[in-house]
């Protein structure tokens, strides 16, 4: 993990960039100047949930209720988010 | 401006997975989806650009450009087919009134929307109006940071305006995003180029290496650059880049005639772009209509979905299956897909041979050419064949065939 990813940190959609569902394809996708990324399930399940309030441990207590089955998936949010902000697809509040 | 849109391909090529390739078979087979749209809303421009990679008849179609309810219906088909990112180019669009309603329409639908413009033509009325209407970002295109080149090479004077429209693109809280075409005339500029996007507040630049299609095909002897500026071009930018981090996000597009690989020519054939044409011709990429042998759908005809996934041009270069040695069996094909189409027939008289590009083509000794031939004094020393009105109708009619004889199709 590069960007230390905190779970009391808060993250919204970056300046410029649209998050939305697609239904053509059946996928989240993030739009932004001259470029575009068809986001995979898990990724669209947590972007969906961050909107500038929602701190990254609440984001994680959220999904592992919503996905009870899920092995170690914070793991994975962390990931998510480490990427999401390496990208510049998130800016931090 | 339309040496514009490599961006968006490089970035598609970085960003998307795309999709599995789809070996020549029918779309509606393997489900390609046009998720670009590019709308070269008019083929009218008040600049005058020797890179400009229009058609050098474009004059042919710039009396028989699409409605307003025309466009609008292309959008909506174009987004039930899953497009997303919709680009307004040209020409300059900003010369038809009517782009107020294109980007209504194109917020309503869900698109992200980009306006592709030299900024001739833009206005606080309309840029407010373009705010209001939600149209997503504004591209803007720079040329030179000296007065006397920019007006050179769009042979007009635009230099001031282009810094004005910059300020107010800035002032509407749009990103701004920045187009440079690079050639032998600001090469050795990019220093101060990236000083001055940084200086303007610029979110994204764009250094476009000058790729050889339509105007700068002609003009190839004037704008190519050698290999050492080349370089040290993209040495400066790599500086540059690790001075403003995320800030400005720089990309470099590299030329393809000093690479021995093609580029993937707009991420693969009917792949993800569908480009709809000032006269509502639907083609896989700008330059598609130097082919041989192909009749390229009309959104006047059949409708978008039929050109998309059933029209014989869209699938004739989709996948692999046309290909001849060496690129059938080339294990780098996933790569480039052979490259592109329309350079191969351009400059080969093969539409279906390798991009000769690439150094395992048969024809690769025709870019090793161009290269010497642009270092050649006497050929450099010929007058740039400006994008102008009067010059297209001469080579539309066939009046003018200059600077074209050695090109297995009009550029
Ligand atoms: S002349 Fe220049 S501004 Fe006009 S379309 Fe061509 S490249 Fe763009
Ligand atoms: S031979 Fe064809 S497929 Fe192989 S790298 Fe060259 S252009 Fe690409």
Redesign the pocket.
Known sequence: MENNIQHSDIYAIALHHRFQWEEAQQSYVILFPEGMVKLHGGAGEVLKRVDGKATVGEIVAELKAAFPDADDIENDIIGMFDLAYGKAWLRKI | MTQATSLAESVVQKEIHAQAQNNGVAANITHTQPLWLLAEVTYRCPLHCAFCYNPTDYDKHTQNELTTEQWINVLRDARKMGAIQLGISGGEPLLRDDIEDIVIEAKKLGYYSNLITSGVGLTEKRIQAFKDGGLDHIQLSMHDITEEINNFITSTKTFELKKKVAAMIKNHGYPMVLNVVIHRYNIDHIQEILEMAEKLGADYVELANTQYYGWSLVNRNQLMPLKEQIDHAEKITNEFRQKVGNKMKIFFVVPDYFAN??KKCMNGWGEVFMIVTANGDVLPCHSARVLPNMEFPNVRDKGLEWAWKDSPAFNKYRGNNWMKE??RT?P??A?????CRCQAFLLSGDAES??PV?S??PSHHLIEEAIENSKNPVLQAQPIIFRTDKNSKKYASGESRERVEEFHALP
């Open positions: 690989r093609p060496p690129c080339c780098e094909q790569n480039d897909l052979g490259g390798a991009d690439c395992l083509s």
